[in-house]
């Protein structure tokens, strides 16, 4: 079957306007949601509530000088930002953004291509934005964007692995690679019905370490170790300037936005959804809408992390990623792949054994979290430890960790010495 | 959009395949060249990726997407981040690491001639005849003529191919390396897990030598053979960096420090920490 | 087969378009006021201090990039078995479960020796 040459050409501006317009919004609404956080108006001037406000901002970087300092190694100083950039659009390439539309006589569907190799093309365009910023980090050739840079890509590359294994319990269940297949798989109703087929249900552990690697393979907080401003300015974009930095930021805000559409593309049905009896050449397009509205859920998710999460301190950032999800991703492909293969042989037999573990399961989860032990085990990635903030706090808290009793007098020098 | 017209119609017809395996060849092998010819290391290293993308972009012309993928996906996004990462560790513009003595260059020249022979071999030796991949029974093949395509060849009783590998169902080819590599290639895929393990043990091994005498720790820093040439290095490095107690591996070892797992073991090179004090 | 990369290829030279344009149009209209102190590294306003050019990572990163590459490795031959398990039932997930087993060894070796303790 020949397609004529617009139809993929369509598909892919649609796809590149799509994800380019979501990231101005989602830069708008996180100034506004933080700002509400915090007790501030946010942008609220340019456009209805300020949703102009990305637009002038990104128009306002193209007339700012974009300066190259003098140490740094100009040609991979450009390219480094230019990977991110494309890295970040060419992984959403598989991602469908619709259903079927029929236009022109022309049935396609909102993708830009099925590929055979499917959810691995997402993972492969993730390992090279590591580059991005390793060689940002790099080529600045100054101290603390190569701290940041080497930072920040070891990170990357460690919760990669537990996305990827994540990403194999998707696979068993669809049994395929191809994004298509698993979206078909999780269209209809699952183990009871009304309630959607969605993998994240059976998955649920797999659907955890894959939103938690998400939020770290962004960067974002609070695992924005790369650029922790207190101890390494911005990090490996500390010598950015002008539209090359905007660059950086652009793929940052964007992955934020791609990693939205790819876990409910794998883990929340995509754009499966109920059409409402609409006709066949509109359903493709409420798929559109319902798919845009499970990513406004994860986006706003994203933006809640932010405004309410301290940032989370290295070692532990490290740990949870190779001592929680990595193993807990393993293990799950592997009693995933038992309870299908269960099911398979006894009909039934998988679905009851399935409760009763969830259930056990649920009862350690809980356990976990609420007896006394360290929080950091409990892997919910919360950091209950975290000294308030505040200069009076401070001292006394360190005093009680010491496990000293605090003179009162030194206490009370140092509340006066440090209040304002 | 005419160039692009002209595009697609070549994709459709199977002569853009040609024209991707020239392109996709010289940029491997000019990339190849470029990586032992560089003077950067790091530029260098990024060459090396840009020669892996050529060689996935290889694999895809070859119709083995998934091939293509996993190379993309363990050469340039894993071994090349270990490279860098390495290649840090050792200090980027390090000269001393880029001149090699009489006797490594010599070695160099006998190992790659080594190379080159056994690869000659096993292109042109028994491995990649028709018996290597349709077994021992498979019918003989005149220069020029192929009866047995790859793997997943169906031969018939008159030694006619009347499938292939390649189904509409599996394009990426990933179902069908599955089967073979779980029933035919069991014991090398166990023994590829053992591999990888003994090549963690040794990565862990190497990097924490806790065995080293205390007046051995100065030259733990080289890492390398010669200590001569490093000497001026090393002196940079110190005195850009003062090392203070308390805060590297030296100290670990100083006595009445709790003997602690991570206190006993000796820091290569100093913490990202006081790199940025010095 | 190859056909259906082309509109990939489609997208990545719109991405670049877009990447390439933006900055290359930027240079064009955006000011250029050279200045030294816009040459020197950031360092608070002092003069680096840190050797760059020699600066050598902890021996750590170099474990995680190991243990990433050997697990990597692991998640790639894991995806054609997830594909073709069904097929292969209890014996294929027996080979998969020593396969990752073997590599649990190494893991909780790595683990146990330190090798990924960030003190």
């Not at chain 1, 509205?293 to 990623?321: E, N, S, T």
């Not at chain 2, 490279?83 to 001149?99: K, R, S």
Request: one cysteine or more.
């Amino acid at each position: 079957m020949e397609t004529p040459l617009w139809v993929p050409l369509l598909q892919a501006t649609v796809v590149f306007t799509y994800y380019l317009l979501l990231t101005a919004l989602l830069i708008w609404a996180e100034r506004r949601v933080v700002a509400r956080m915090q007790s501030r108006l946010g942008p609220n001037r340019v456009g209805p509530f300020g949703i102009l406000q990305t637009l002038v901002d990104g128009v306002k970087m193209f007339f700012k000088e974009d300066t190259t300092p003098g140490m740094v190694n100009r040609s991979i100083f450009t390219v480094a930002p230019l990977i991110g950039v494309i890295a970040g659009f060419l992984s959403i390439a598989v991602i469908p953004i619709g259903g079927e539309v029929t236009l022109f006589g022309e049935t396609f569907t909102l993708v830009v291509a099925d590929l055979s190799i499917g959810v691995l093309w997402v993972l492969a365009m993730g390992s090279i934005h590591v580059y991005s910023v390793f060689l940002g980090g790099w080529a600045s050739n100054s101290p603390y964007p190569l701290l940041g840079g080497i930072r920040s890509s070891a990170q990357m590359v460690s919760y990669e692995i537990a996305q990827g294994l994540a990403v194999a319990s998707v696979i068993i269940y669809a049994g395929s690679l191809r994004v298509s297949d698993i979206v078909a798989g999780q269209a209809g109703s699952g183990f009871a019905d009304g309630v959607p087929g969605w993998y994240a249900i059976p998955l649920f552990p797999a659907f955890m370490v894959f939103v938690i690697g998400m939020v770290a393979e962004a960067g974002r907080p609070p695992f924005d170790l790369a650029e922790a401003e207190g101890e390494l300015v911005g990090g490996f974009n500390t010598e950015y300037s002008g539209l090359r930095f905007g660059m950086f930021m652009l793929a940052e805000f964007m992955s934020v936005v791609t990693m939205s559409a790819i876990v409910v593309t794998l883990f929340l049905g995509g754009p499966s959804g109920p059409t409402f009896g609409a006709p066949e050449a509109f359903a493709g397009l409420i798929g559109t809408g319902w798919f845009l509205l499970k990513m406004v859920v994860f986006i706003f998710f994203f933006i809640l992390l932010r405004g309410a999460l301290p940032r989370y301190r290295y070692d532990r950032l490290m740990d949870l990623g190779w001592k929680v999800l990595i193993p807990v991703a393993l293990v799950w492909t592997l009693v995933t792949a038992a309870f299908v293969i269960l099911e398979q042989e006894q009909p039934g037999l998988g679905t009851d054994l399935r409760l009763t573990l969830a259930s056990i399961a649920a009862v350690i989860v809980g356990w976990l979290l609420f007896s006394g032990r360290e929080p950091r085990d409990a892997g919910d990635g919360l950091d209950r430890h975290e000294p308030a903030p505040g200069p009076v706090a401070a001292p006394t808290t360190d005093t009680a960790d010491d496990g000293t009793t605090p003179a009162s007098d030194d206490t009370a020098d140092d509340r006066q010495e440090v209040a304002p | 959009m005419t160039v692009l017209a002209l595009a697609a119609e070549a994709v459709a017809s199977g002569t853009s395949e040609v024209v991707l395996f020239w392109v996709f060849a010289v940029l491997a092998l000019g990339a190849a060249i470029a990586v032992i010819t560089m003077r950067n290391i790091v530029h260098g290293a990024l060459m090396l990726v840009v020669n892996f993308l050529a060689i996935a972009g290889l694999y895809l012309t070859l119709e083995s997407s998934f091939l293509s993928i996993i190379q993309v996906l363990v050469y340039a996004g894993a071994i090349m981040v270990l490279f860098l990462f390495v290649i840090m560790l050792l200090g980027v513009d390090n000269d001393d690491l880029l001149a090699a003595d009489v006797r490594g260059r010599v070695g160099a020249v006998l190992g790659g001639a080594l190379l080159a022979g056994a690869l000659t071999f096993a292109f042109l030796g028994p491995y990649t005849g028709p018996a290597s991949v349709c077994g021992p029974d498979a019918p003989a093949a005149g220069f020029g003529e192929v009866d047995c395509v790859g793997l997943g060849a169906v031969v018939d009783e008159d030694g006619e191919v009347i499938g292939g590998a390649y189904d509409e169902d599996d394009a990426s080819g990933v179902a069908f390396l599955g089967r073979a590599m779980f029933t035919r290639y069991t014991y090398p895929f166990e023994l590829a897990a053992l591999l990888l393990t003994v090549a963690t043990i040794g990565a862990v091994i190497l990097a924490r030598r806790r065995d080293l005498a205390p007046e051995d720790l100065d030259d733990a820093d080289e890492l390398g053979p010669d200590a001569d040439g490093d000497g001026e290095t090393r002196a940079e490095v110190g005195a850009a960096r003062p090392v203070e107690p308390g805060m590297t591996g030296e100290a670990g070892d100083a006595p009445g420090d709790e003997p602690s797992e991570a206190d006993g073991v000796v820091d290569v090179v100093a913490e990202p920490d006081d790199e940025r004090e010095g | 087969m190859l056909s259906e990369f082309l509109p990939v290829l489609l997208l990545f030279g719109l991405a670049t378009a877009f990447a390439v344009g933006s900055i290359a149009v930027s240079s064009l209209v955006g000011p250029r006021v050279p200045n030294p102190t816009k040459l020197a590294a950031y360092e608070s306003g002092n003069e680096p201090l840190a050797d760059v050019k020699n600066t050598r990572f902890s021996v750590k990163f170099y474990m995680v990039a190991m243990l990433f590459l050997i697990f990597d490795i692991e998640a790639v031959f894991v995806y054609p078995w997830a594909v073709v398990f069904r097929e292969l039932g209890w014996f294929g997930l027996g080979q998969m479960v020593a396969f990752i087993g073997v590599l649990g060894v190494a893991f909780i070796y790595e683990i146990g020796r330190g090798g990924l303790e960030w003190d």
